[in-house]
């Protein structure tokens, strides 16, 4: 299963329980502000290492760089919007708001 | 595949119709169908054909009835939540349309994914 | 479009699950997700309802909303078990940690782990978040 995660990790649980809810071995795709819990050296960074652990990380490019988002926490793949569509095909997706 | 859409937030106010609308013409670009485009809660308010978004910015209306119109998405508000937001035909852009709960159950049943932005 | 589908239920009922994560009142998502519980309850699909993160406080029985002025809609739960909606489903940990107990609750639930309601959600057609 593919999970969306769109809200950022300091202003929201949303992460957490999908990273909580999400079954082992399943993709967790950051988008939007969910996209800052990829940030190399942020506080978050400890947490989002054990959901790497867990789950296959990405994060959308364009909500990178939009938000100047550079250096990615080890193990975070980035996808452009192909990419996206590429993991819904895969599986099916819920969207933790 | 068929893909169903469901967007649960505002344009502006939120990112959701954006990221709904690039994600939509990546899948139509990867040959996929959408079924349906559904809004709900203050989703609605991106069919509302009484704003003016200013020149220099992305027009969230246009696109909207660019997929409905052009390229032929079904594209629908839902009734009761655009009723309580001042929504209703005659005020809402072309290509789109307003509808009850049980096309967001029947895009539900009928897509291989349905995929929510809010 | 609708000769396409299974309305009917029957042998092709597909497996659609809410998932509540807002608390009620404070924004609109509770309120209209129960609204959409009900219209696709009338489709007589395979039906569950998980509430977790704040999406517990939705069920808490002792809601006077009275004094904000806003509708409530904590009684509106008791119709779902009509609708043949009984699998409602409450995250232990969410609960846990709100200070919430199932006595609290407008309606009987079962109380599931995280890993439980992973693998519900896995089996589902499709999942819907409010």
Same mark, same amino acid.
């Given at each position: 299963? *593919?999970?969306?995660?769109?809200?950022?990790?300091?202003?929201?649980?949303?992460?957490? +329980?999908?990273?909580?809810?999400?079954?082992?071995?399943?993709?967790?795709?950051?988008?939007?502000?969910?996209?800052?819990?990829?940030?190399?050296?942020?506080?978050? +960074?400890?947490? *989002?290492?054990? #959901?790497?652990?867990?789950?296959?990380?990405?994060?959308?490019?364009?909500? *990178?760089?939009?938000?100047? #988002?550079?250096?990615?926490?080890?193990?975070?793949?980035?996808?452009?919007?192909?990419?996206?569509? +590429?993991?819904?095909?895969?599986?099916? #997706?819920?969207?933790?708001? | 595949?068929?893909?169903?859409?469901?967007?649960?937030?505002?344009?502006?106010?939120?990112?959701?119709?954006?990221?709904?609308?690039?994600?939509?013409?990546?899948?139509?670009?990867?040959?996929?169908?959408?079924?349906?485009?559904?809004?709900?809660?203050?989703?609605?308010?991106?069919?509302?054909?009484?704003?003016?978004?200013?020149?220099?910015?992305?027009?969230?209306?246009?696109?909207?009835?660019?997929?409905?119109?052009?390229?032929?998405?079904?594209?629908?508000?839902?009734?009761?939540?655009?009723?309580?937001?001042?929504?209703?035909?005659?005020?809402?852009?072309?290509?789109?349309?307003?509808?009850?709960?049980?096309?967001?159950?029947?895009?539900?049943?009928?897509?291989?994914?349905?995929?929510?932005?809010? | 479009?609708?000769?396409?589908?299974?309305?009917?239920?029957?042998?092709?009922?597909?497996?659609?699950?809410?998932?509540?994560?807002?608390?009620?009142?404070?924004?609109?998502?509770?309120?209209?997700?129960?609204?959409?519980?009900?219209?696709?309850?009338?489709?007589?699909?395979?039906?569950?309802?998980?509430?977790?993160?704040?999406?517990?406080?939705?069920?808490?029985?002792?809601?006077?909303?009275?004094?904000?002025?806003?509708?409530?809609?904590?009684?509106?739960?008791?119709?779902?078990?009509?609708?043949?909606?009984?699998?409602?489903?409450?995250?232990?940990?969410?609960?846990?940690?709100?200070?919430?107990?199932?006595?609290?609750?407008?309606?009987?639930?079962?109380?599931?782990?995280?890993?439980?309601?992973?693998?519900?959600?896995?089996?589902?057609?499709?999942?819907?978040?409010?």
């Amino acid at each position: 299963m *593919l999970h969306t995660v769109n809200k950022s990790p300091f202003s929201s649980d949303a992460l957490n +329980e999908c990273a909580r809810f999400a079954s082992t071995g399943s993709d967790i795709l950051l988008i939007e502000d969910g996209v800052y819990a990829a940030k190399a050296g942020s506080a978050y +960074e400890p947490a *989002l290492k054990d #959901v790497v652990k867990k789950c296959a990380v990405y994060a959308l490019e364009a909500d *990178l760089k939009a938000r100047g #988002v550079t250096a990615l926490v080890p193990g975070v793949k980035t996808v452009a919007y192909a990419g996206f569509v +590429e993991l819904v095909e895969k599986s099916k #997706v819920h969207t933790w708001l | 595949m068929k893909f169903a859409v469901q967007v649960l937030e505002g344009p502006y106010n939120n990112q959701a119709s954006d990221t709904a609308y690039n994600f939509i013409k990546a899948a139509l670009e990867r040959g996929h169908q959408i079924v349906r485009v559904f809004f709900y809660h203050n989703g609605v308010l991106n069919v509302n054909n009484l704003a003016e978004p200013p020149r220099d910015d992305r027009n969230v209306y246009a696109r909207w009835t660019e997929l409905g119109r052009d390229k032929g998405i079904d594209i629908v508000a839902c009734i009761a939540a655009s009723k309580r937001r001042g929504i209703k035909d005659g005020h809402i852009i072309e290509g789109t349309r307003i509808s009850g709960l049980g096309q967001l159950t029947d895009m539900a049943i009928e897509a291989d994914r349905l995929i929510t932005f809010g | 479009m609708s000769d396409e589908m299974d309305n009917g239920g029957g042998e092709n009922r597909k497996k659609i699950a809410f998932v509540m994560r807002h608390a009620p009142h404070g924004s609109i998502y509770s309120y209209e997700g129960l609204e959409t519980v009900l219209i696709v309850a009338a489709y007589e699909q395979d039906l569950s309802l998980i509430f977790a993160g704040d999406g517990v406080f939705a069920l808490v029985a002792a809601q006077d909303t009275s004094a904000v002025g806003i509708k409530g809609f904590i009684k509106t739960y008791r119709v779902l078990d009509g609708y043949d909606v009984n699998k409602i489903y409450v995250d232990r940990e969410s609960m846990e940690k709100r200070g919430l107990k199932p006595e609290d609750f407008i309606i009987p639930v079962e109380v599931k782990e995280a890993e439980e309601i992973a693998a519900i959600m896995e089996e589902q057609h499709a999942t819907i978040p409010y």
